[in-house]
Every structure is written in structure tokens, then in C-alpha cells.
């Protein structure tokens, strides 16, 4: 059983900085992609970030220069450094791994979701 779970959300003052965390549990052989969503009330769940098996990253326009997504293997974690926080921000962050290939108790290739972190950004 492979689960996604997301720490580290919580309130901050604009201009203020978070560090989200995503660990990874379950028998894992490889992860193509993982990345970081997030989701206000009332409104779609956009891409965030992007870090790829080979370490490529990508951001969305309003994160990029501020957020910068990593991971380590040995810790099976995923971060979301977060920096110059806006108000904006505020959302539920999810992380998802994407084309994740495990084998207990069969050969699975699927994306999982973990549950969501929130991130509170006041003014």
C-alpha cells in the first residue's frame, strides 16, 4: 500500500516562509514525476511544481522566483520550499506521485494523492 502524506502547512504573515514536506510510504520500485497542487475553496486544483526522476523542475508562473520544490530519496520525502508567501497562496497543497510503480501485492503503475496540507497566508 503506497501513501502519500503531506506536513509542515500552517499559518504565516505575508512575506513569511514555509517548508511543506511529502513522505512517501509503501514498497516503491520507481516514481516518474512527483508534484505539488494546491486548491482554494470554489476553485480548481492547479499544478504547482513539477521535479521529474532526472531532477528537471518546472513552477507556475505566479510561484516561480519564490517556491522551490526538492526531494530526497534516501528520506523518501518531498519538499516545497516556500518563500515570500502572498496572500494568494492560501490553499490546501496536495502532493502527488505520478506513474508509481510498485509491486506488493501486484505490479501496480499508478498516481497517487496524498490527503492535503494547508497553507494559511494572512495580510
Known amino acids: 500500500q503506497v501513501q502519500l502524506v503531506e506536513s509542515g502547512g500552517g499559518l504565516v504573515q505575508a512575506g513569511g516562509s514555509l517548508r511543506l514536506s511529502c513522505a512517501v510510504y509503501?514498497?516503491?520500485?520507481?516514481?516518474?514525476?512527483m508534484d505539488w497542487y494546491r486548491q482554494a475553496p470554489g476553485k480548481q486544483r492547479e499544478l504547482v511544481a513539477v521535479?521529474?526522476?532526472?531532477?528537471?523542475?518546472n513552477y507556475a508562473d505566479s510561484v516561480k522566483g519564490r517556491f522551490a520544490i526538492s526531494r530526497d530519496d534516501a528520506a523518501n520525502t518531498l519538499y516545497l520550499q516556500m518563500d515570500s508567501l502572498k496572500p494568494e497562496d492560501t490553499a490546501v497543497y496536495y502532493c502527488?506521485?505520478?506513474?508509481?510503480?510498485?509491486?506488493?501485492?501486484?505490479?501496480?503503475?499508478?498516481?497517487?494523492w496524498g490527503r492535503g496540507t494547508q497553507v494559511t497566508v494572512s495580510s
Open positions: 521535479i521529474t526522476s532526472g531532477g528537471s523542475t
Open positions: 509503501g514498497s516503491i520500485i520507481s516514481i516518474n514525476a
Open positions: 502527488l506521485a505520478e506513474g508509481v510503480y510498485s509491486d506488493i501485492p501486484e505490479r501496480t503503475v499508478r498516481d497517487y
